[in-house]
């Protein structure tokens, strides 16, 4: 009888180390983009008298210049992939799947180089567009922010004619945010991220806003975003390397990961904190 409890001790032993040798992991959909599309330079006017596109086409063309539809609609030349079908994903640079990201909830990059933004969700892209960022004289800062607050329209503190629709503050002494503005098709603003309007509209209900402790403290900060990158202002346009390359302005998962592990311990522990006082209210 003895022997028999020794054996079971032994086995129960043994399977409770394996257990904790062996921690479970996150499985995560890895997500790939279709084969590389290749992009040409075409006259605006001649390529739509030539061409019938679709709004779903034609977002994907002004995505593509960087642009919005109004300033598309004013360009001579635009560079046209040889699909116009794909998911707007498709076009831009982010990678569709991080595994990196897996356990942070809600993430933005935004990608000064490229003119591009991406959110994430636990590792997974779930929404991407174009964006105009700040010009040369007034560049947007980078590095690690959080969505602070929001307001569906502001008057910009640089000229209190400028109206701002679904403004999120990521930067709250120097008033910079990203909200719905023209895009020129080039970095424009006054230190903000410019947007679509639907794209201002996505993040501003996407993402969370800080929770004040007080006037001059904040208890629970928002979403994190990460701006990162350089643009060459007095270069050509980063985009116009598509027609040699299709992958020149690529975004790698080891990119991504390179920009967040120095934030990544802040990260966390303010999604922690963000978790107690949801769990606590």
């Given at each position: 009888?003895?022997?028999i409890?020794?054996?079971?001790?032994?086995?129960?032993?043994?399977?409770?180390?394996?257990?904790?040798?062996?921690?479970?992991?996150?499985?995560?959909?890895?997500?790939?983009?279709?084969?590389?599309?290749?992009?040409?330079?075409?006259?605006?006017?001649?390529?739509?008298?030539?061409?019938?596109?679709?709004?779903?086409?034609?977002?994907?063309?002004?995505?593509?210049?960087?642009?919005?539809?109004?300033?598309?609609?004013?360009?001579?030349?635009?560079?046209?992939?040889?699909?116009?079908?794909?998911?707007?994903?498709?076009?831009?640079?982010?990678?569709?799947?991080?595994?990196?990201?897996?356990?942070?909830?809600?993430?933005?990059?935004?990608?000064?180089?490229?003119q591009t933004?991406?959110?994430?969700?636990?590792?997974?892209?779930?929404?991407?567009?174009?964006?105009?960022?700040?010009r040369?004289?007034?560049?947007?800062?980078?590095?690690?922010?959080?969505?602070?607050?929001?307001?569906?329209?502001?008057?910009?503190?640089?000229?209190?004619?400028?109206?701002?629709?679904?403004?999120?503050?990521?930067?709250?002494?120097?008033?910079?945010?990203?909200?719905?503005?023209?895009?020129?098709?080039?970095?424009?603003?006054?230190?903000?991220?410019?947007?679509?309007?639907?794209?201002?509209?996505?993040?501003?209900?996407?993402?969370?806003?800080w929770?004040?402790a007080?006037?001059?403290?904040?208890?629970?900060?928002?979403?994190?975003?990460?701006?990162?990158?350089?643009?060459?202002?007095?270069?050509?346009?980063?985009?116009?390397?598509?027609?040699?390359?299709?992958?020149?302005?690529?975004?790698?998962?080891?990119?991504?990961?390179?920009?967040?592990?120095?934030?990544?311990?802040?990260?966390?522990?303010?999604?922690?904190?963000?978790?107690?006082?949801?769990?606590?209210?």
């Open positions: 009888m003895k022997k409890l020794l054996i079971l001790t032994i086995a129960i032993l043994s399977f409770s180390c394996k257990k904790k040798e062996s921690p479970e992991i996150k499985e995560i959909e890895i997500r790939k983009k279709p084969t590389a599309i290749s992009y040409h330079i075409e006259n605006r006017k001649d390529w739509l008298k030539a061409n019938t596109a679709s709004d779903a086409q034609l977002g994907n063309l002004a995505a593509i210049n960087r642009t919005d539809k109004a300033n598309f609609a004013k360009m001579d030349s635009i560079i046209v992939p040889s699909d116009l079908n794909e998911k707007i994903e498709n076009y831009l640079p982010f990678p569709l799947t991080v595994p990196y990201l897996r356990d942070i909830d809600k993430i933005i990059f935004f990608s000064y180089p490229s933004f991406a959110a994430y969700e636990k590792g997974q892209l779930v929404y991407t567009g174009q964006t105009n960022m700040g040369k004289k007034d560049p947007t800062p980078t590095g690690l922010f959080y969505t602070n607050w929001k307001a569906e329209k502001t008057t910009s503190t640089f000229n209190d004619e400028w109206e701002l629709r679904w403004n999120f503050n990521i930067e709250n002494k120097k008033g910079v945010g990203f909200h719905q503005y023209a895009l020129p098709g080039y970095p424009a603003s006054h230190s903000c991220l410019r947007l679509q309007e639907k794209d201002a509209r996505y993040l501003y209900d996407w993402a969370d806003q929770v004040l007080d006037e001059e403290n904040v208890k629970v900060k928002g979403t994190p975003v990460i701006v990162f990158g350089s643009y060459d202002f007095d270069g050509k346009k980063p985009w116009l390397q598509l027609v040699k390359d299709p992958l020149a302005l690529e975004i790698s998962k080891e990119e991504i990961e390179k920009q967040t592990t120095p934030f990544l311990e802040k990260i966390l522990t303010e999604q922690k904190n963000r978790e107690g006082y949801q769990n606590n209210k």
